[in-house]
Antibody
């Protein structure tokens, strides 16, 4: 089955760190760029970061630069998001998604989504 | 960054009717790199349309996209009860890619 499964979410104190993972299956992972999108429950979607097929190119939302780092391990078919210096406003459901028909990190829609992992930043 | 404004905020229609959802961008420059997603409660978004007017794999032809410049439209014909959802537009031609705030479609 073609799917993405996120993990690693949880409750963390402000200033803390968390590493999210996304396990891919059912498709050739290193043929695709990948991305993270977050959503505050009940609110809209916000793009977080993206990475090309081999990890050599990345992009980030301006508000997140320097705090979040995207990476991937193609041998393990996994995508990661290292989140540091977390703030209350980072509280959201984090989705990983696949770029549609693209090995790059940009200029493509997102055709396969996981179910998300919830991150709560609270003291 | 490009701001996408969707209208209306909520749309309430009956089965069999046609829905017209609008997405207006604050500036041009992203070519036709517009996508539309459907999100049902408790589910991840689902890609419907990419490059403004191309249906994604498995999407029925009741769903169509159109537009250019800064004004884009998602049209859903012959509405069915399962079309109840929030619909988001996204521009991915300019970084950072951005989403609209969503239109909630209710089927009476």
């Amino acid at each position: 089955e073609v799917q993405l499964v996120e993990s690693g979410g949880g409750v963390v104190r402000p200033g803390g760190s968390l590493r999210l993972s996304c396990a891919a299956s059912g498709f050739t992972f290193d043929d695709y760029g990948m991305t993270w999108v977050r959503q505050v429950p009940g609110k809209g979607l916000e793009w977080v970061s993206a990475i090309n097929w081999d990890g050599g190119e990345t992009g980030y939302a301006d508000s997140l630069k320097g705090r979040f780092t995207i990476s991937r391990d193609n041998a393990k078919k996994s995508l990661f998001l290292q989140m540091n210096s977390l703030r209350a406003e980072d509280t959201a459901l984090y989705y990983c998604a696949r770029l549609y028909h693209s090995s790059g990190w940009e200029l493509e829609a997102f055709d396969l989504w996981g179910q998300g992992t919830m991150v709560t930043v609270s003291s | 960054e490009i701001v996408l404004t969707q209208s209306p905020g909520t749309l309430s229609l009956s089965p069999g009717e046609r829905a017209t959802l609008s997405c207006r961008a604050s500036q041009s420059g992203f070519s036709k790199y517009i996508a539309w997603y459907q999100q049902k409660p408790g589910q991840a978004p689902r890609l419907l349309i990419y490059v403004a007017s191309n249906r994604a794999t498995g999407i029925p032809d009741r769903f169509s996209g159109s537009g250019s410049g800064t004004d884009f439209t998602l049209t859903i014909t012959r509405l069915e009860p399962e079309d109840s959802a929030v619909y988001y537009c996204q521009q991915y031609g300019t970084s950072p890619n951005t989403f609209g705030q969503g239109t909630k479609l209710e089927i009476k």
